[in-house]
């Protein structure tokens, strides 16, 4: 038996393992952001999607049923400070959209910021209390909580997003009677209910929301 050729045969051997367990796709563990204190001025940290704490398979299905869903126009996954990734389907990362619902979360953020710094009582505040000029009495009595969950009782309308003050076509009677009268009078009164949102889709997974 040749005893070199041998031994050059396991050193190949074990080199090669080394190499294959070297490019063996292991966990990213990243140094921990303080992401409850990011500088939002700066540019995004980017992160890996195979980092400790993310299945990289589940990840990348996920992002694909997003992708396919009608209407897709963009997702960005932060994760723990860093974004992980972001895709588009129209348009790039300059290109604006309307966010819709994405403002009630940023808004409900605020709200609670201001909560917590005293700035505000809580979310019961009724919307005269910041609002005096208010002369609707259903309108005064709208809360704070009642206009980010959508169940203030003022019908769905878009056309507030042309006119040059939002907030002042909405809130005066005289502009909405001659330019939306339907939208004048409240469809009903304040309840406590969220009517954009089917609760039995909290908690579902994707493809079946």
Do not use: H
Not at 20 to 45: G, H, M, T, Y
Request: aromatic residues 12%; charged residues 20%; contains cysteine.
């Amino acid at each position: 038996m040749n005893q070199p050729k041998v031994a050059k045969q396991l050193y190949r051997l074990i080199l090669f393992l080394l190499i294959f367990i070297a490019c063996e796709d292991k966990k990213v563990v990243e140094p921990v952001l303080d992401w409850r204190n990011l500088d939002l001025s700066e540019a995004w940290q980017t992160g890996k999607t195979n980092a400790e704490g993310i299945d990289p398979e589940k990840f990348e299905e996920g992002i694909t049923i997003a992708k396919s869903l009608t209407g897709f126009y963009t997702i960005g996954v932060v994760y723990k400070g860093r974004l992980v990734t972001e895709e588009y389907a129209i348009g790039d990362i300059s290109t604006q959209y309307y966010v819709w619902s994405v403002t009630k979360s940023v808004l409900s953020a605020l709200v609670g910021i201001a909560i917590d710094k005293g700035l505000m009582a809580d979310e019961f505040q009724s919307f005269s209390s910041y609002y005096s000029s208010v002369t609707d009495s259903l309108k005064g009595k709208i809360t704070v909580a009642q206009l980010l969950t959508m169940s203030s009782g003022i019908p769905d309308d878009i056309t507030y997003m042309s006119a040059a003050y939002p907030l002042q076509f909405i809130m005066a009677n005289e502009l909405y009677i001659s330019q939306v009268p339907i939208a004048l009078i409240l469809s009903r009164d304040p309840v406590p209910s969220y009517l954009l949102l089917q609760a039995p889709r909290i908690g579902q997974s994707l493809p079946k929301f």
